[in-house]
């Protein structure tokens, strides 16, 4: 047998008690046990042949779960030779992927848990090049304080860093801090903010320790960004069908890159979806508003191409017809896209249903990919009100599974719609990172994944608008460029603002600019200055 013990720091609340759900079982999920200093932790333990764990953590009142992570879950990589493992986890709210590279399922990217070692990964998306993370701690074994001696973390790509440490044992909990060293200058260093680090536990000679989900602390960095924020149903092209889809999003890109700006903030990818208040519980209802993406903005062309040639021409009409409209409905180009890509369901017949991508995406992202689909379809059937669903007006897990498998064809077909929408959002996201551009949604966290060299996701727009209302007694980015706008004369509205001093920017620069993105962006960049 070999024993797998789990710690977690969590503040919960009165009455709250953390439990571990495995294989995202969470009707047998294992209760936890509360520590002094509201560290929580459990000890399992697994066949000796297991070489896989799949996991999650949920937070129980009453016997109920009120909260559960919104990432798609942990997974735990056990080579031979481990008697025993430390796992200590951090709480992940990230829905975009798993925690980390350390516990991932690919062989091809997790690293090798070796006997004795301590492993940590850490988050740390840096602006440049010229900065390496390090770790430095009190014990002889991670430098004694000493930042000449401290231990170098290694890039493992998408802003993560790693590090696999042998020690020699020491007295436990020791301190520790992770450090920022310039490539330039060996005297530049920065200490993350915040209380020391903490290692609890020095592995033995057939144990190991993974410290995983953290986060480097440092909230100085200035990065100097730039981002441009867009509402895809606006990015209309002559191929569209109504409003703009995922397809254009290379050509938006392109522009971005072209005109040096570091970021793209995508909003409404699921805002006209009709999420039911109050049906699902609320932390189901984040989950499904963060990854659902309406399917007004799937690209057909890039699912496949209609067989049936006057099928084929009749759609091509009627997208044009909505094309040409100046704003067209949203729910006819939703209705015209999900009725075509029925006929393409049908023509691809189980090629795609039935394929191995298809169902990790599935099984990958049931926990929000199910309470939408049958939520979906019981709006379809019932109306929008949920007092009219009969057992169904309250949500329950194991219900909802059974109308799910009543009404099989019908979900199969949302999670197709769902699958290729993801597919095509992917493919911008690779291309922007070839660009070093990152693609997030409106509230600054990335779209899928981490970004690429990219500075704190969740921070961006926060940096941004804060630098701004320090600089202007509470203007926004968004109230900015609202506030621009209602004004006819863009420069004298510029020439008002400078005048109050409430910015510090040159307007010979913004009025000469040619068009309105391209002073909004100058001034945003002038203003994070």
Request: proline share 3%; net charge neutral; with cysteine.
């Amino acid at each position: 047998m070999r024993k797998v013990t789990f710690y977690i720091h969590y503040n919960t609340q009165w009455g709250e008690e953390l439990h571990l759900a495995l294989n995202n079982d969470r009707s047998s999920a294992v209760k936890m046990t509360f520590t002094p200093g509201c560290v929580w932790m459990t000890t399992l333990q697994f066949e000796s042949g297991t070489r896989q764990l799949h996991y999650r953590y949920l937070v129980k009142c009453g016997g109920r779960i009120v909260r559960e992570e919104l990432c798609a879950g942990h997974v735990l990589s056990l080579d031979d030779g481990i008697a025993h493992c430390h796992v200590e986890d951090c709480w992940d709210d990230n829905c975009a992927n798993t925690v980390g590279v350390i516990l991932c399922a690919d062989d091809d990217c997790r690293v090798a848990l070796q006997p004795g070692q301590i492993v940590m990964e850490v988050l740390a998306p840096l602006r440049d090049h010229h900065h390496r993370l390090a770790l430095v701690g009190a014990a002889e074994a991670l430098g004694g304080w000493n930042v000449k001696r401290a231990i170098a973390l290694q890039p493992v790509g998408e802003g993560l860093w790693r590090a696999s440490i042998s020690m020699p044992a020491c007295d436990v909990p020791t301190p520790f801090k992770f450090i920022l060293t310039s490539t330039a200058r060996r005297s530049d260093v920065v200490w993350e903010q915040g209380d020391n680090r903490w290692l609890r536990h020095v592995p033995h000679a057939d144990e190991v320790t993974v410290l995983a989900g953290l986060r480097f602390r440092n909230q100085q960095l200035a990065w100097k960004r730039v981002a441009t924020l867009v509402s895809l149903a606006m990015l209309r092209s002559e191929r569209d069908m109504g409003c703009g889809d995922l397809g254009d999003l290379r050509k938006l890109l392109q522009w971005a890159h072209a005109a040096g700006q570091d970021a793209i903030m995508l909003t409404g990818l699921g805002d006209q979806l009709g999420v039911v208040q109050g049906w699902m519980p609320e932390h189901l209802r984040q989950l499904v508003t963060k990854n659902a993406i309406d399917a007004a903005y799937l690209r057909l062309s890039m699912i496949a191409t209609l067989a049936d040639r006057k099928l084929k021409a009749q759609y091509q009409r009627e997208g044009l017809a909505l094309n040409a409209m100046e704003q067209a409905p949203l729910e006819q180009v939703r209705r015209l896209k999900l009725d075509a890509a029925r006929h393409l369901m049908a023509q691809m017949g189980s090629s795609v249903v039935r394929s191995h991508a298809f169902r990790h995406f599935v099984r990958e992202n049931s926990l929000w990919l199910k309470p939408f689909a049958a939520q979906q379809i019981l709006q379809q059937i019932n109306g929008n009100n949920a007092a009219d669903w009969g057992v169904y007006q309250r949500y329950d897990s194991e219900r909802v599974e059974r109308f799910l498998k009543g009404h099989h064809r019908e979900a199969e077909f949302i999670y197709f719609v769902q699958y290729h929408l993801r597919q095509q959002l992917l493919k911008a996201v690779d291309f922007a990172k070839t660009l070093h551009i990152s693609l997030l949604c409106d509230g600054g966290e990335p779209l899928l994944g981490k970004p690429f060299d990219a500075c704190e996701p969740w921070t961006l727009e926060k940096q941004i608008e804060r630098r701004l209302r320090d600089a202007g007694e509470g203007l926004s980015l968004v109230s900015l460029r609202e506030w621009l706008m209602t004004e006819s004369d863009f420069a004298a509205r510029l020439a008002a603002l400078a005048q109050d001093k409430r910015l510090p920017i040159s307007l010979e620069e913004l009025v000469a600019a040619s068009d309105f993105n391209h002073r909004l962006a100058a001034l945003v960049q002038r203003a994070v200055k």
